[in-house]
């Protein structure tokens, strides 16, 4: 794993850290609790809450369903990924 920051359509770049994967040309990155509440700051449209943070249980929220983020631990800090969403790496 190495430390990158990550954005959508030129947002802002949210610091994360990635294996290299990528799906579909996209990065697959992995970001800290305080990272995906800024994510989910960023997100939320006034209407539409995309991602909800129970404690430290985070879901993708879709019209009637509710997906919980998969989780790695490295050194001892958990990180978390949102599957399917177009990140960009933006390098460091």
């Known amino acids: 794993m190495r430390e990158s920051f990550f954005s959508i359509d030129r947002g802002p770049k949210f610091p994360g850290i990635t294996d290299g ?12 609790l305080e990272t ?7 997100v939320e449209d006034g209407i539409n809450d995309p ?6 249980r985070i879901f993708e929220v879709y019209e009637t369903e509710r997906i ?7 050194d001892g800090v ?3 990924q949102i599957s399917g969403w177009c990140w ?3 390098g460091e």
């Not at 994967?21 to 800290?32: I, M, S, T, V």
């Not at 995906?36 to 960023?42: K, N």
């Open 51 to 56: 991602i909800e943070i129970n404690g430290e």
């Open 36 to 42: 995906m509440s800024e994510i989910a700051r960023w």
């Open 21 to 32: 994967r990528l799906w579909n040309g996209w990065a697959c990155p992995w970001f800290r």
């Open 88 to 90: 960009d790496e933006e």
């Open 68 to 74: 919980e983020l998969e989780t790695i631990v490295v």
């Open 78 to 80: 958990t990180y978390y």
